[in-house]
C-alpha cells in the first residue's frame, strides 16, 4: 500500500501526501475495507500509506466534512455508520444522476478515457454479481467512477 501511495503521489505531482492520504482512506472507506464504525487509527494509517501522521490528519479531517468518518473528543475517529434509509435515498439519487453523467462523459471523454471504459467494461461483463462479494462489487462500483474522477486541486497558499 505504501508503494502504491508514493506512485500515486508522483503520478499526479499535483497531489500532495494530504491529498492521495484523503483519496486512499476514502477508496477504503467506501469499499468497506475499514468497516462502518471502525476506529481509526492514524498511526495505523499512516504506516500503510507510507506517509507521515501529518498527511492523513488532514485527511481525516476533510473526510470528516465528507461525512466519512465523525471525529469524538478523547475517544478518536470512527467510519461513519451506514443508515439503510440513507443508502435508499443514496440509490434513488443515483439512478437519476448517473444516466446523465455517463452521457455527458460519453460527450467529453477523451481516447485515452474511452480505453480505460472499454477496458473496465469487459470487467463489468464479465462480473458474476450472483458470487461477488459486496466489496468486489463496491470495488468495481468505484473503478467505474474513479476513471471520471478529476484531479484534486492544487493547494496552494495566498500572498498579498
Not at 455527458?104 to 472499454?118: I, W
Amino acid at each position: 500500500m505504501a508503494l502504491e501511495t508514493l506512485a500515486a503521489a508522483e503520478e499526479g505531482s499535483r497531489k500532495s501526501l494530504a491529498d492521495v492520504a484523503y483519496e486512499s482512506i476514502r477508496d477504503r472507506l467506501l469499499v468497506l475495507d475499514i468497516k462502518p464504525g471502525e476506529l481509526l487509527n492514524d498511526e495505523a494509517l499512516a504506516k500503510s500509506l507510507g506517509v507521515g501522521r501529518t498527511p492523513v490528519r488532514e485527511a481525516l479531517k476533510r473526510l470528516e466534512l465528507d461525512r466519512l468518518v465523525i471525529t469524538y473528543p478523547r475517544r478518536g475517529t470512527f467510519a461513519t455508520r451506514v443508515d439503510v434509509t440513507d443508502l435508499s435515498f443514496i440509490s434513488e439519487i443515483r439512478a437519476q444522476l448517473e444516466p446523465l453523467a455517463a452521457a455527458r462523459a460519453a460527450r467529453v471523454a477523451t481516447e485515452a478515457v474511452r480505453q480505460q471504459l472499454r477496458a473496465i467494461l469487459k470487467d463489468v461483463e464479465a462480473f458474476d454479481v450472483a458470487a461477488a462479494s459486496v466489496t468486489e462489487t463496491l470495488r468495481l462500483d468505484a473503478r467505474v467512477h474513479q476513471v471520471f474522477t478529476p484531479p484534486l486541486p492544487t493547494h496552494t497558499s495566498r500572498t498579498s
